[in-house]
């Protein structure tokens, strides 16, 4: 179908859809049953057949299984079926782990999917642009992604990205109008916006006409949809050290073998041991642990309103030094309120709060309503985008809160809707960050026009040649520049954000030139209105430098208002400096270098300015989380090393360039996350401090007995019965760990930081070391060189070696000591504990197993003997803190 030859009412017509009334939910819901969701062809999932296979793909396990087949051969039937079955159940627990990685990252991605803007039952809602169905009346706007092929019905300066789909690299202006030529490629369709290209300026509303695998998008999807989850930095890290520790456990493993031969031991029996104990000691599951801890992570952070879109901030969120953060909606509540304006050389007082559109206006404490004051209101709420609305009894605003303040004073002073709606606007001249304005050119019913333009007063003041006072309109002097400077710095030293109106009357004939049409304005007034701090986080702030995280306050604001609002949340030190965008100008990169340390408050800055913030702080050694919204945000993002957008306001150019999204857009989501971050990476520490020391412990009970000359401690059934009981559930209860109370009273991790750092290589060499050897000691002291007790000893040893790692396990929750944290605080780990000894009394005492895992009942005092020396290493090292 060529819709960009339809008409709009042929296309209405085609689509069964009217733009004023948009589709019903109930039409929507059905389109989406019957033409499926607006997605792309996923890659190609792994069955859970292959997904269970996996499990067994591992060399030392297929070798393991082989060895197992010989005993078996040799007539060692209960052996052979014990371990089959030992391995079958690891490879299950094996298999939930990583579907469970796989749900965690698939519903992660599900989050962050874009949303698109729909108008359905007569008002606009966001929804999941997967959601998105043919027929609906879509609206967009700079910065945000298209959800699907959409046909412009409505433009306003528009243009569009779309080298992801054309390879034309720069932005495509659009307009609305047919185009009758025939055969048109996409990037000629200049009435069509395409699915997955970006808007880059403008607005525009269309209708909806292809979705999913159905888009220009879809015929290419093979270059979008098919990419490769990359490793994290520590999962690569992991990985290597797995690459090492395989090594040095085979060669171990193998000299215990060739040691036990020598001694006389039968070659199969050492074999299958030898085989059973690199399975054991290799941590083989650590990546697959590692995976889940962090989307285990990544699930608590979305509780926490804060999704994680790649894996490796997890890491980088603990090292972070320096959070730049945007002073609207993220460190204030983004419900702006007018509070004063200034009119005709004079300050009006503004009564009310939030978005409710009760208040009054006060000249020297007396009500007041002029024309002059409807007028500027007036302007106010015709340059304007954003909606009022009441729901639940609430009042809410759908827009800018910027231009809701705006919307809301003239509803105070009775403007409504029907006011507005008798003039037209005929042009738009967007606002961006660059420009720091936006003019509309609007029609009143006489057919006069003018053009309203609103933006920062020191950007537009330069742009004024008049002024409005009240008997008329008169050229702009020097001495009225002072004045309205001097009132800027009087709203600013009250934290209120000014917003400038200016007017120019314009001729019905003459050309809409975007050159001239904010040139030679008429200043009208200045509105100035706050944004109240949000309660949390001046709290947060603090938390952050006691984590030492120093807080830097980025804004677009006056400089006086940013400082207001800095020293209100003790962001400031009495010594902090505040930077301005045009002295940031002015400086090289190593200027800025010089004094960056100082400076606490950014204001008036552009994007680009946050690009050589970012630069100078990360020259000076700092890991930098930056926090942006809007389209040419994006860079700045991208380069720092923790890259946050909003969840609310922010585009989904932004969004796409971050690591990390606030859903509620507020600060103290970043320190929450910066904790989470911390104690995810510490527990990561503790799971591999455990696994690693009882890996230890299991090679050097084994190697410690063949070089004394013993019998084997363990068999080859009970060695993988350890690995079972011990590895698996309380390895994972380590990952859920709760942050120890002091973790953001440290300082950031160093990035450059090595998996052992801190004395954990010491710790487990030493605790691993300890339970080697009590181990040992304990089988000794019950064998007593006597044959006839190799069982009993077997089972004693047995069950020293799993005592002491299930005691162990607590003293990993700490740094410090097995006796600094409440054993009882992660009931998940205590749960997987007594899980664990379940298993292990189960194959003591029940008869039917003892045959099968070499064990004998064990009385009272066996057990006394056995938690006393099981104990010695953890609390050995519990008193001595090292």
């Not at 603090?542 to 020293?567: F, L, P, S, Y």
Request: aromatic fraction near 6%.
């Amino acid at each position: 179908m060529k819709w960009y030859q339809l008409s709009d009412v042929e296309l209405e017509k085609k689509l069964g859809v009217a733009k004023q009334k948009g589709l019903s939910s109930k039409e929507a819901s059905s389109r989406l049953r019957k033409f499926g969701p607006n997605l792309l062809e996923a890659d190609h999932k792994t069955s859970l057949l292959l997904l269970f296979l996996k499990q067994f793909q591992d060399f030392m396990v297929l070798v393991l299984l082989a060895a197992t087949l010989v005993s078996g051969l040799l007539g060692e039937y209960v052996d052979a079926i014990a371990i089959m079955i030992i391995v079958l159940v690891n490879g299950i627990i094996g298999f939930f782990q990583e579907q469970k990685a796989e749900k965690s990252l698939a519903k992660l991605k599900e989050l962050s999917a874009p949303m698109a803007t729909v108008y359905r039952d007569g008002s606009w809602i966001k929804i999941p642009s997967k959601d998105v169905v043919v027929g609906d009346l879509i609206k967009v706007a700079s910065g945000d992604r298209i959800a699907a092929d959409i046909r412009i019905t409505k433009s306003n300066s528009l243009e569009i990205e779309e080298s992801a789909l054309t390879g034309e690299s720069l932005p495509i202006a659009k307009h609305s109008n047919p185009i009758m030529e025939d055969a048109l490629e996409p990037a000629d369709q200049t009435n069509m916006a395409f699915m997955g290209t970006m808007v880059t300026r403008g607005s525009a509303e269309g209708i909806v006409v292809g979705t999913g695998m159905q888009t220009a998008m879809g015929q290419i999807a093979d270059l979008l949809v098919h990419t490769q989850q990359k490793a994290t930095p520590l999962e690569r890290k992991l990985a290597e050290l797995g690459k090492i520790l395989i090594v040095v456990a085979l060669l171990l493993t193998a000299f215990v073998v060739v040691l036990g031969v020598i001694q006389g031991h039968q070659v199969y029996q050492m074999f299958l041991a030898g085989v059973s104990l690199a399975v054991a000691a290799i941590p083989e599951g650590l990546p697959a642990i590692v995976t889940v801890a962090l989307s285990l992570g990544v699930q608590r952070m979305i509780k926490k309103k804060a999704i994680v879109r790649k894996l490796s901030a997890v890491e980088t969120l603990g090292s972070a030094s320096v959070i730049c953060s945007d002073k609207t909606g993220t460190m204030t509540e983004n419900q702006m309120t007018v509070k004063g304006i200034y009119l005709n050389h004079a300050f009006i007082d503004v009564s009310g709060e939030g978005y409710n559109p009760k208040g009054s206006f006060y000249l020297n404490n007396k009500k007041i309503n002029n024309k002059h004051l409807d007028s500027l209101l007036l302007y106010g709420a015709l340059c304007n985008h954003a909606a009022l609305e009441k729901k639940k009894g609430k009042w809410l605003i759908d827009g800018d809160p910027t231009e809701g303040a705006l919307l809301v004073a003239a509803r105070k002073a009775n403007i409504s809707l029907e006011d507005t709606e008798k003039f037209k606007v005929i042009h738009e001249l967007p606002f961006d960050s660059d420009r720091k304005r936006m003019s509309v050119v609007v029609e009143a019913m006489d057919g006069s026009r003018f053009v309203i333009t609103k933006g920062a007063p020191e950007v537009l003041l330069p742009r004024c040649t008049y002024i409005q006072d009240e008997v008329s309109r008169r050229p702009l002097r020097t001495k009225d520049e002072k004045q309205i400077n001097h009132a800027i710095d009087q709203m600013a030293d009250h934290a209120l954000r000014t917003i400038a109106i200016c007017i120019k009357p314009i001729a019905a004939d003459r050309s809409l030139n975007d050159q001239i049409i904010e040139k030679d304005l008429t200043f009208v007034g200045i509105s100035g209105m706050i944004d109240p701090p949000r309660k949390e986080v001046k709290a947060a702030i603090a938390e952050c430098n006691a984590a030492g995280i120093k807080t830097v306050m980025i804004t677009g604001d006056h400089a006086k208002t940013a400082q207001a609002i800095a020293k209100h949340l003790e962001l400031m030190p009495e010594n902090g400096k505040v930077l301005q965008g045009h002295e940031l100008s002015k400086m090289t990169q190593d200027q800025l270098s010089e004094i960056i340390e100082d400076v606490y408050v950014f204001a008036r800055v552009t994007p680009e300015h946050k690009l050589k913030i970012i630069k100078a702080l990360q020259d000076k050694g700092h890991v930098v989380a930056m926090t942006g919204d809007g389209v040419n945000d994006a860079p700045a993002i991208k380069a720092s090393d923790i890259g946050i957008s909003m969840g609310n306001s922010g585009t989904d150019v932004a969004k796409e360039a971050s690591s990390l999204v606030l859903l509620d857009d507020n600060f103290s989501t970043i320190k929450s996350a910066i904790k989470e971050g911390r104690n995810i990476y510490e527990n990561i520490r503790k799971f591999i401090r455990y696994l690693l020391a009882s890996n230890v412990g299991e090679i050097l009970v084994m190697f410690f007995a063949m070089l004394l000359a013993l019998p084997l401690p363990l068999v080859p059934v009970q060695i993988l019965w350890v690995n079972l009981v011990t590895d698996g559930l309380p390895a994972m209860a380590l990952g859920m760990d709760q942050a120890e109370d002091d973790v953001m009273n440290r300082g950031p991790r160093n990035p450059r930081e090595g998996i052992f750092a801190r004395g954990l290589g010491f710790k487990i060499i030493s605790r691993g070391f300890m339970i080697g050897l009590v181990t040992l000691i304990a089988f000794i002291i019950a064998y007593q060189g006597n044959p006839d007790h190799l069982i009993y000893a077997q089972t004693i040893a047995f069950t020293t070696l799993v005592m002491a790692q299930l005691i162990h396990v607590f003293d990993c929750r700490s740094e410090k000591s097995v006796f600094a944290r409440n054993p009882f605080q992660n009931l998940y780990l205590v749960g997987a504990v007594l899980s664990s000894l379940l298993l292990v009394l189960i194959v003591i005492y029940y008869e039917p197993l003892q045959p099968v895992f070499h064990t004998t009942d064990l009385t009272i005092k066996d057990w006394i003997f056995i938690l006393a020396m099981s104990s010695i290493p953890t609390f050995f090292f519990g008193f001595s803190k090292k």
